[in-house]
Every structure is written in structure tokens, then in C-alpha cells.
């Protein structure tokens, strides 16, 4: 099992009533002022948001925030959160590539 997938199970899976980290409410806030939520688009601007999923505020348990970014903008968004998270002292991976280059893996983070 990954790190991303204990984590995964952990806090989403287990559905364990946690409430959302006051931290990453904040950081929803934030970059949904950049790019907003879908539940938020109008029904004709829908097809042009960057979440597959939503509402961002429902994508966050505990200390985990999971979202999906359509693929055909996923560089510029990625790039746009690590930098935003990397402001606030949030570590940001992605479980798919985990590339060094952009994300820093949860491993890298704490040493393992």
C-alpha cells in the first residue's frame, strides 16, 4: 500500500467524521478564487472548470484534501498548487506520478 492510499484509507475510506482541517478550508478558499469550484460555474461556463469533482469543500477530510483536475489543464493547475500549498506550508503529491520534479512525495517528507 502507498502512502497516499494509507492515507486515503485513513481519513476518507473510513469515513470517520473528521472534521476538515482549518488549514486546507483556507487553502480551498484560495484557489477557488483562481479557479473556481464546478458547483460554482454557471451551466454554460461548466465544461471549461478545471475540477473533475466537486464541491472542493467536500473533497477535504481531516487533514487530507483529495481532488481530481481534468486532464487537459492538469499541468497548470498542478503547478499553481504546489506553488500556493508550498506558501502555506502544505505538502502537496500526486499518488499517480509522484514526480520529484514538481510534487514532493509524502516519503521525501518524512524521511522514509
Not at 497516499?4 to 484557489?31: D, K, N, T
Not at 475540477?51 to 473533497?59: A, H, I, R, T
Not at 499553481?80 to 500549498?85: K, N
Request: glycine letters at 8%; hydrophobic letters at 40%.
Amino acid at each position: 500500500m502507498t502512502t497516499f492510499e494509507a492515507l486515503y484509507a485513513a481519513h476518507v475510506e473510513s469515513r470517520a467524521g473528521e472534521s476538515p482541517a482549518a488549514e486546507l478550508l483556507a487553502f480551498v478558499q484560495e484557489i477557488a478564487q483562481t479557479y473556481p469550484c464546478i458547483t460554482q460555474l454557471e451551466e454554460t461556463h461548466a465544461d471549461s472548470g478545471v475540477w473533475s469533482d466537486g464541491p472542493l469543500v467536500g473533497n477535504v477530510t481531516g487533514p487530507l484534501l483529495h481532488h481530481g483536475i481534468v486532464w487537459s489543464r492538469a499541468e497548470e493547475v498542478c503547478e499553481f498548487l504546489v506553488e500556493r500549498a508550498t506558501a502555506r506550508g502544505l505538502v502537496v503529491f500526486d499518488p499517480q506520478t509522484c514526480e520529484r520534479r514538481r510534487f514532493l512525495r509524502i516519503e521525501d517528507f518524512f524521511g522514509r
